[in-house]
């Protein structure tokens, strides 16, 4: 069985400070882990996965995020939060033999503080 | 390139009607998705498509149905609408079962009365 949590529902930053959204995971095989991201009134757009490559994984639009294995986090952070960063953000694991088995966390949201 | 189009974008209904959600893409990828997206709960899969006449139920199968008799088209269909299924709903595409990750459409907002 899989299962993510992500810590945090709400978290809110200044402009210009960086961003951490948490996540933890729960895998019985080697997980594919991703964030999302969604803006109001959209789908869900990928900002970058982890596919047991690079442990220190860069996405889009100056996001990154860590995979470690010891403590089954997958936090994503930036340094430096800009206002169009205001949006939903979904965690999700999957194990490697089942893309039918995307399990998604129940989000946070970030909010940016002029 | 248009993507995936999901059709129609907002609905409002009765419980007990029939509404069928529309879901297209452009990119022949095998592999289509439904989910739906409610607060405290994330997305949980409804039905997937592994390629045309083949489907499989999700995490919330109940009270859906889907067909898949073309590769672009993967409409969802709840055949007496209850309230419990006002939600938002997204499709998604892969292109093969481990060509992750999924592409979303940008989700159509279902009310039921």
């Known amino acids: 069985a899989q299962s993510v949590t992500q810590l945090d529902s709400h978290v809110s930053v200044s402009e210009g400070t960086p961003v951490l959204l948490r996540c933890n995971y729960s895998?019985?095989?080697?997980?594919?882990l991703f964030w999302y991201v969604q803006h109001p009134n959209k789908g869900l757009q990928l900002l970058l996965k982890y596919t047991s490559a690079a442990t220190l994984v860069k996405g889009i639009n100056g996001f990154e995020a860590e995979f470690k294995k010891s403590e089954t986090s997958f936090h994503l952070t930036k340094p430096s939060a800009h206002m169009s960063d205001a949006a939903e953000y979904f965690c999700?694991?999957?194990?490697?033999?089942?893309?039918?088995?995307?399990?998604f966390g129940t989000g946070t949201r970030l909010t940016i503080i002029p | 390139d248009a993507g995936i189009t999901q059709s129609p974008r907002y609905k409002i209904t009765e419980t007990g009607r029939q509404v069928t959600l529309m879901c297209h893409q452009t990119w022949s990828h095998s592999y289509m998705f439904w989910y739906r997206q409610d607060l405290g709960h994330g997305l949980r899969l409804i039905y997937y498509s592994a390629a045309a006449d083949i489907t499989d139920k999700g995490e919330v199968p109940d009270g859906y149905v889907v067909s898949r008799s073309k590769t672009e088209n993967f409409p969802l269909t709840l055949e007496s609408a209850t309230r419990s299924q006002t939600s938002v709903y997204f499709c998604a595409t892969t292109r093969t079962a481990l060509d992750q990750p999924q592409h979303f459409g940008d989700g159509t907002r279902l009310s039921i009365l």
């Open positions: 895998s019985s095989y080697s997980p594919s």
């Open positions: 999700v694991v999957s194990d490697i033999y089942g893309n039918e088995k995307l399990t």
